[in-house]
């Protein structure tokens, strides 16, 4: 397969049955260490042929059975792995075998020679210079063409670089291959968000095999993890929050103040700070911290800091809603909860974004952070992972 997001790709999970449908199926077709086989020659940095050779449905099988484990932490150090060891993978594959048009995920086009004047050619391929070898020729040749809007959604540096003529990028294999990358990082972002909303009903193979990723994820990167750590439980890093979550902390009108304060920044600001990446959804506080003082220290002043923000100050006109903070949290309604307490209600998780636009419009103004984002928690460990990935890129 050369593409794990392209048509090709698309089609054999539409006869399959659907993604679903798949990841129900993959268990008993992929073993976990053949799953892993596809991210532990990492480690030496050598691409075993092999993986090179799979047939279509073995390669995507592999590919989405990864995208299963992610689905327990997405935007973690595994995400990383499995980012880099399969864009080597397709990016081999497809400087080796060519690009099918019906096979790759980014919107290329055909295109005629004469598109591009010779004179222009001459100068940009440097085809008057004979001293070139033929490898090198070839790198710097046009071979590809995209709409100028495509490029510009997946091109991060200067436009300077490419090619540009009538609306469209001319573009040279290297070129090409850092667009489909970046798209092929989004396009898995965008999976591990759709499948993070159905992780309770995956099979344990999934939950097995992201221990096993994250066992090698701790040790590829334990430099960087002595250095900077992981999007485990750590302090609350505002910067790093969601427009909404902002929007709630300012202080809300009295008619979204309940929804704002004691359903969204609870469960948000409780989640963040105290499991980030809950291996499952029936979670309790105590599964995750020993005694209250995280909640008591860092996150009710927070919350009662925001409720005094709003208009009228939430907990002036209603005392009692401290005791559905604890409620939210899964203690029961209660204003003195002691750790064991936890579980006597359910831990409200933060509410998706389709959500939170239905209930309260006016806490929702995207930026560009958001694209592709279905719940306020995920953007923050988006955020955090490429805070994380930056520093230790910037350190290295
Ligand atoms: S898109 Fe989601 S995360 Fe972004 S502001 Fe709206 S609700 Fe919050």
Redo the contacts with the bound molecule.
């Keep these: 397969m050369l593409d794990p997001f392209g048509p090709a790709a698309k089609e054999l999970v539409r006869e399959i049955g659907g993604v679903n449908e798949l990841l129900m199926r993959i268990p008993s077709y992929v073993g976990i260490d053949k799953a892993m086989e596809r991210v532990i020659w990492l480690k030496n940095g050598k691409l075993p042929s092999e993986l090179l050779k799979l047939a279509d449905l073995e390669d995507l099988m592999g590919f989405y059975a990864l995208l299963g484990a992610l689905a327990f932490s997405p935007y973690g150090l595994e995400m990383e792995i499995v980012k880099e060891a399969n864009a080597r993978i397709y990016t081999e594959r497809i400087s080796r075998y060519g690009i099918s048009h019906s096979k790759i995920s980014l919107p290329l086009t055909t295109f005629d020679e004469d598109e591009i004047p010779k004179k222009d050619r001459i100068i940009l391929e440097k085809r008057l210079h004979e001293e070139i070898s033929s490898e090198e020729r070839k790198k710097l040749q046009l071979e590809y063409k995209m709409h100028i809007k495509d490029i510009l959604l997946l091109w991060e540096d200067s436009l300077k670089e490419i090619y540009i003529k009538k609306g469209h990028g001319y573009l040279t294999e290297r070129q090409m291959l850092r667009l489909w990358r970046k798209s092929f990082e989004r396009n898995v972002e965008r999976a591990v968000e759709i499948l993070y909303e159905i992780r309770d009903e995956l099979p344990q193979y999934y939950l097995r095999l992201y221990e096993k990723l994250s066992e090698f994820a701790r040790d590829y990167f334990k430099e960087r993890l002595e250095r900077f750590g992981s999007a485990k439980a750590q302090p609350l890093r505002f910067d790093l929050f969601?427009?909404?979550?902002k929007?709630a902390i300012r202080g809300v009108p009295s008619g979204l103040r309940n929804y704002a304060i004691t359903v969204l920044l609870t469960s948000f600001l409780s989640y963040a700070r105290i499991c980030p990446n809950p291996p499952r959804k029936d979670i309790r506080v105590k599964d995750c911290i020993k005694d209250l003082s995280v909640i008591e220290k860092e996150i009710l002043p927070v919350i009662i800091e925001a409720g005094n923000r709003c208009t009228p100050p939430l907990f002036e006109d209603q005392p009692n809603e401290v005791k559905n903070i604890w409620y939210h949290l899964g203690f029961g309604f209660t204003d003195k909860p002691n750790i064991e307490d936890s579980g006597n209600t359910p831990w409200y998780f933060p509410p998706?974004?389709d959500k939170?636009?239905a209930n309260a419009p006016q806490?929702?103004?995207?930026?560009r952070?958001?694209r592709n984002?279905?719940?306020?928690l995920t953007?923050y460990l988006r955020r955090l992972y490429l805070e994380n990935k930056r520093s230790g890129e910037k350190n290295e």
């Design positions: 969601p427009p909404c979550i929007a998706n974004c939170i636009r806490l929702c103004k995207p930026d952070n958001c984002i279905k719940n306020p953007y």
